[in-house]
């Protein structure tokens, strides 16, 4: 198994090298002149393919470091299993029950939505800027009361959820605009936090590749 060095070590071993090519090698001589241009081209090379070996290894360690954080980050971010190409309502409502608590505002932000996928409907409670829970309305009394609401077909969830979704499907208003999302109730806190909202409603989006 080849020995890996690390800089010091490398930096050392040049040194030791270079100090036996300067001092024990005599300069005064034509064999030691000549003896010593080869030491030091023989140094040259060998540090050169030290140094391709540790940018080499550096650079390996580097893309599984990256690979495992990229890993990690994905999985933080996205708990569920990837999303289907046609993803059901369920499948929707849970990607979007297990991302939303991950999004933080320094704003405060204290208000009540429905998010409705299809036939499922989410109940998000934020205080203070924090998604403090989400629950499925079918659960809750009859008349759980919330500030407005927002609903879509899987369809158009879907649609929006694209990494980079086409135009049409890129925003809540178009989608509306479009007829395929209805948005009601109490405008008032919906338009005072309206970027939240929608980075809110965006947390489902597939990542970018």
Not at 53 to 74: F, H, I, L, P, Q
Not at 83 to 112: G, K
């Amino acid at each position: 198994m080849a020995r890996r060095l690390g800089r010091r070590a490398l930096a050392e071993e040049l040194i030791e090298a270079y100090t036996i090519c300067f001092f024990n090698v005599s300069p005064f001589c034509a064999a030691g002149k000549d003896e010593a241009v080869d030491t030091r081209k023989k140094v040259c090379i060998e540090y050169s393919l030290r140094k391709n070996k540790c940018s080499a290894y550096k650079n390996r360690k580097d893309k599984e470091t990256g690979g495992e954080m990229a890993v990690m980050s994905d999985e933080e971010s996205n708990p569920t299993a990837p999303l289907a190409d046609n993803p059901s309502d369920s499948e929707l409502a849970h990607r979007f029950s297990s991302r939303a608590p991950s999004l933080r505002s320094h704003r405060q932000v204290d208000l009540t939505l429905l998010v409705q996928f299809g036939r499922v409907g989410l109940l998000t409670h934020i205080r203070q800027g924090k998604v403090a829970q989400v629950v499925d309305i079918a659960g809750l009394p009859p008349l759980a009361s919330f500030d407005f609401s927002i609903k879509a077909g899987a369809d158009a969830w879907n649609r929006f959820w694209q990494a980079v979704p086409r135009a049409g499907s890129h925003d809540i208003f178009a989608l509306a605009r479009n007829g395929d999302m209805t948005i009601e109730g109490n405008l008032h806190p919906f338009m005072a936090n309206l970027q939240y909202v929608k980075d809110l409603l965006a947390v489902g989006r597939r990542e970018r590749i």
